[in-house]
């Protein structure tokens, strides 16, 4: 009787671990679901209480960001000012902070050669100075084509030169993203952007889109579904009240996101990828808010932020 009673509690103890390694295997198989979205902050947001390199990354880590958009010419100022691309790494590293992105304004898509020969310079060390932070994407809008009686670019040409600057990104590490504006007579309509991307005939291509410039420039989001998912990585989100039109609109009016009238869920439940997250990135250039404590912007941001993905 002894005997076949451990022979059933061998049994039943190889059964229990058969059944726990299957359990732990399907576990291992069965990967957790990633985020649709990364929340990102935009410097533009605290922008105007001139915190430098140091305190804006500081500030965000505090409100809970653990990605950002840096300005280039705040990392600049802080390499003029003794800093080194090694302590900026440590910063970033000891507030938990990745540099997603990066805004700068080298012209190189002007028609003029030379000083488009300057501009492609300009970015290259630009890139190469982001590339030793960590940061593997750069903001490339159509910068000095965008004031108001700028010619037309020829988008055939706009695709060579975007071209040009996706090689520097081969070179550097850095990803050149395609920026939408909407004020612009240049790359303000989201079939421009596409077309340039598209034309440029490299696999490298990203366009960065923005829910106040889609509006500005008339495109709205109705057409997004045939943006390639692959095509956006990251994506500005701000707001807009009922008080302005498109024609009337400037940057300054953006609010945060759920204090206006834009559809801005609706667009992310259009842009979402099941591959990736996309990042997320918090773009306003608010005087009110510059008005506020720094601190008191950033995390306000970060609950307009979970508030605005909640549940897409």
């Known amino acids: ?35 649709s979205f990364t929340i990102c902050l935009n410097m533009s947001t605290i922008r105007g209480h001139k915190l430098g390199f140091v305190k804006e990354m500081e500030v965000a880590s505090k409100a809970g960001f653990r990605s950002v958009e ?26 938990g902070i990745k540099v997603e992105n990066a805004i700068g304004f080298a012209p190189w898509i002007i028609d003029d050669d030379s000083a488009r020969a300057k501009g492609l310079e300009q970015l290259k060390g630009e890139m190469e100075m982001l590339a030793e932070i960590g940061c593997k994407r750069v903001a490339t809008p159509p910068v000095g084509a965008q ?7 020829d988008l055939h040409k706009a695709a060579e030169r975007y071209r040009a600057i996706l090689e520097l990104g081969d070179k550097t590490g850095v ?10 007579p240049n790359l303000s309509r989201l079939g421009e952007v596409m077309f340039v991307a598209i034309e440029s005939a490299h696999p490298s291509a990203r366009v960065l889109l923005d829910i106040y410039h889609l509006y500005k420039g008339g495109s709205g989001s109705v057409s997004l579904p045939l943006v390639g998912k692959s095509a956006i990585e990251v994506f500005h989100v701000n707001d807009y009240t009922a008080d302005f039109t498109k024609e ?58 979970k508030a605005m993905v909640a549940g897409i």
């Open 175 to 184: 990803v050149p993203q395609l920026e939408l504006w909407g004020f612009s």
């Open 1 to 35: 009787m002894a005997q076949s009673l451990t022979r059933r509690q061998t049994l039943a103890a190889l059964t229990a671990s058969v059944g726990a390694s299957l359990s732990l295997s399907t576990a291992k198989a069965t990967p957790a679901a990633q985020p």
């Open 147 to 153: 004031s108001p009686g700028s010619p037309k670019v």
């Open 248 to 305: 009337k609109i400037t940057d300054a009016d953006r609010v945060f996101p759920g204090d206006g009238v834009a559809p801005i869920r609706d667009t992310l439940k259009l842009i979402k990828r099941t591959d990736m997250p996309i990042v997320l990135s918090l773009e306003v250039f608010n005087k009110v808010y510059y008005a506020q404590e720094a601190q008191t912007v950033a995390n306000t941001a970060m609950t307009k932020m």
């Open 70 to 95: 840096i300005w280039i010419e705040t990392l600049q100022q802080y390499l003029k000012n003794g800093g080194t691309a090694v302590s900026a790494r440590k910063i970033l590293a000891d507030t």
